[in-house]
């Protein structure tokens, strides 16, 4: 897959059917090499396949989605490094691989990842006010890939 493990972890969790590629071994082996351990990339894949069950149309489960944007970006300004805002996309399985194939196009450089379908969620966390923003449908996001065309860093959501 060409999303690097950092970015998954910092910004993508899956929906529908995107548990299918993101709960796989090549995704666990990362997670594995990235120092966890195995019992808690189970951990983690239980709490991605739970999320990955909501409705992106169901307007009582943004709360849930909400916690789970909240929960990545708390453990990311602890454990790794702050910043202003921290951005959570839900993505399913063609979005994944679209995200894949477009990054790997692009090594070394910022794209714009504009899939053929809009983002079912994006969550958007502000650190300093301690808010957020829900936006369902978004059309894509400004990124970066490295030198090896994997995705690696998030700069923008575009609604």
């Not at 301690?130 to 978004?138: E, M, N, R």
Request: hydrophobic share 40%; net charge negative; glycine share 6%.
């Amino acid at each position: 897959m060409g999303i690097a493990i950092d970015f998954l972890i910092k910004h993508v969790r899956p929906i529908d059917d995107g548990t299918e590629l993101l709960c796989g071994p090549e995704v666990r082996a990362g997670l594995r090499a990235y120092g966890m351990t195995d019992t808690e990339v189970t951990a983690l894949f239980t709490g991605w396949r739970a999320t990955a069950k909501l409705s992106s149309t169901d307007p009582h489960q943004d709360i849930d989605f909400v916690r789970t944007a909240w929960t990545v970006a708390e453990a990311r300004w602890g454990e790794l490094y702050p910043t202003n805002k921290s951005t959570i996309v839900f993505l399913n399985a063609p979005l994944l691989k679209e995200l894949s194939y477009q990054s790997s196009q692009h090594p070394g450089q910022n794209f714009t990842f504009d899939p053929h379908e809009m983002l079912p969620v994006a969550v958007t966390i502000t650190k300093a006010s301690s808010t957020y923003q829900i936006v369902k449908g978004a059309s894509g996001f400004q990124a970066a890939a490295d030198a090896a065309g994997l995705c690696i860093h998030f700069e923008r959501l575009i609604p």
